[in-house]
């Protein structure tokens, strides 16, 4: 039975990769159910990584790069707060502290959307330093403790006012480069095992499945509607968190 959560999960994070982002979180989630916690986020790890190379050679052209320059050197710190983290918890503080600041993020990004005007293809429109700073920090933070920096980035990009082909190659190259850079992060914590590769290699073929269900489900949906669908998985995400 322990095997059916982990075929669902790697089927969600290559549908999350090309298409929903919040998805992922959802998938840690149920990585988290049957795996040490900590485990999971080693095995989830190496699958969002092959989801990532999907994602960057589908929507690479996409990439909004004055965004991720002016985020990617805020996430360093939150990277190494991360492991940090991850080193002086037990599983149970990890799930729970992670659902917390995944449920304060999705009210966080309900508050804007419920201001914000419609994203406009173009806008070279720029959030805050101190916003770009603080996001940078916490998706560095919650990406290294769990895999779980969705809600973040959809939060920070739906401020930027970015449309959704820009969510979307922004997305993908931020988190290919902040997931290969947390690997030797991640391998000093000694959080490869011999399970977790063994996961890893067993699943890899179950995201590229996914991935392709993402793009073909992608190009059919409208902009609101993906904002909506971003924020409730990323909503069952940190319930999935707080509860398992």
Do not use: C
């Amino acid at each position: 039975m322990e095997w059916l959560p982990l075929i669902v999960a790697a089927l969600i994070i290559g549908i999350a990769k090309t298409s929903f982002g919040g998805l992922g979180s959802v998938a840690v989630a149920l990585m988290a159910l049957v795996m040490p916690t900590k485990e999971s986020t080693a095995a989830a790890l190496l699958l969002l990584i092959t989801g990532d190379i999907v994602a960057v050679l589908r929507y690479r052209s996409n990439a909004d790069w004055r965004l991720l320059r002016s985020l990617l050197p805020s996430v360093v710190p939150g990277l190494l707060l991360g492991a940090l983290f991850i080193r002086v918890v037990d599983d149970l503080v990890l799930r729970r502290s992670i659902g917390v600041i995944l449920l304060i993020s999705v009210l966080l990004q309900l508050g804007v959307s419920a201001r914000r005007k419609p994203p406009v293809v173009g806008d070279d429109s720029r959030p805050p330093r101190a916003l770009t700073v603080g996001a940078g920090i916490a998706a560095g933070f919650t990406t290294m403790a769990a895999n779980a920096a969705g809600p973040v980035m959809a939060l920070y990009l739906q401020v930027s006012k970015v449309d959704k082909m820009r969510f979307l190659g922004t997305s993908a190259w931020f988190y290919f480069i902040v997931n290969v850079s947390k690997t030797p992060l991640t391998a000093a914590l000694g959080l490869f095992t011999h399970r977790v590769l063994i996961t890893a290699a067993l699943m890899i073929p179950v995201v590229l499945v996914g991935t392709l269900i993402g793009v073909a489900v992608i190009g059919r949906v409208k902009q609101r509607a993906f904002d909506i669908l971003t924020l409730l998985t990323s909503v069952v995400a940190a319930g999935a968190l707080i509860l398992v």
